[in-house]
């Protein structure tokens, strides 16, 4: 049984969520993939974090963002990132991964697992990277209803914030995605993506004709430019998520230090100290704790 502490932490994440976006006039969110990348950016004293679909799916299964990530493979890494961090975490709920049925349920679980918000997306599942060649969109209705049952799953006492998310400016046009985005609004969501803007002025019209909290998506080389936060703040834009930042960065980390084993060359100037490593992964804090108990403790 989770301790009473546990609980009342993710009670409280979607308030805490709230609180940073009341508070706080631009909220940037890297994206992590796992406990450990969460951890870090906890660490670098970000206000939050999103579990990157993309991220995710390449970390766990090794596998391109194209859908191939199941709900129960969400959930689970969702629950592990949630139990090692106490700032807020929105999860990516893709398509929902189904009918307005199955978008109740995805909802409620994150909910129960802590998740601080959740983003529910229009497009046709299996979905795609929102900066990759293949994504559609379901119909209007359809899209609705994805919204609506997440709406009303909250209204049923399973709080969480909702990220409405549309592709429909890639397949139908801005003035589409825009009319989505404000039917969303409606239905009750709190932050609106329209996903893949591809200049400045869509940002600007975006900011200016949706209502509520803005969120851009800042992939660095993909379809939407990758301006600064002083700017997005500017054009209208409440948050912007780095989905792509912290794997990255971490992939090119890897690729360099494993070329230099291989070639059995110094690669010091890429690890960290390994006192560093130690604690921010958490052995100093478990070596703390564990003193409190004779037969746990280590000297």
Excluded at 16 to 39: G, M, Q, T, W, Y
Excluded at 95 to 102: E, Q, W
Excluded at 199 to 221: F, L, Q, S, W, Y
Excluded at 250 to 278: H, P, Q, T, V
């Amino acid at each position: 049984m989770e301790n009473k502490t546990a609980l009342i932490k993710k009670i409280s994440q979607p308030n805490n969520l709230r609180k940073i976006l009341n508070e706080k006039s631009f909220v940037p969110i890297p994206s992590c993939f796992d406990a450990l990348s969460a951890k870090l950016i906890e660490q670098a004293n970000f206000d939050a974090t999103f579990m990157s679909g993309f991220a995710a799916s390449a970390s766990r299964i090794g596998s391109p963002d194209l859908g191939l990530m199941t709900f129960s493979e969400v959930f689970d890494q969702a629950n592990n990132i949630c139990n090692a961090i106490e700032i807020p975490m929105i999860v990516d709920g893709d398509t929902g991964y189904g009918n307005a049925m199955n978008v109740r349920r995805t909802l409620k679980e994150c909910s129960k697992a802590g998740c601080a918000g959740i983003l529910i997306e229009d497009q046709l599942a299996p979905k795609r990277c929102g900066h990759t060649p293949g994504k559609d969109v379901v119909n209007r209705e359809e899209a609705f209803d994805r919204i609506r049952a997440a709406s009303d799953m909250r209204n049923e006492g399973y709080d969480i914030l909702i990220m409405a998310r549309t592709d429909a400016n890639h397949t139908h046009g801005l003035s589409e995605a825009i009319s989505r985005s404000q039917k969303f609004y409606e239905l009750g969501a709190d932050i609106m993506f329209i996903e893949a803007p591809k200049n400045t002025e869509e940002m600007r019209t975006i900011c200016k004709e949706v209502p509520g909290d803005k969120i851009a998506n800042i992939v660095e080389g993909g379809i939407t430019p990758n301006l600064s936060m002083k700017e997005l703040s500017e054009i209208g834009y409440k948050l912007a998520v780095y989905p792509l930042t912290v794997m990255s960065s971490a992939m090119k980390a890897m690729i360099n230090s494993l070329n230099l084993l291989m070639k059995d060359e110094d690669r010091s100037g890429l690890l960290l100290d390994f006192s560093d490593l130690r604690q921010k992964i958490g052995f100093d804090d478990y070596y703390e704790i564990s003193s409190k108990y004779e037969t746990s403790k280590r000297s």
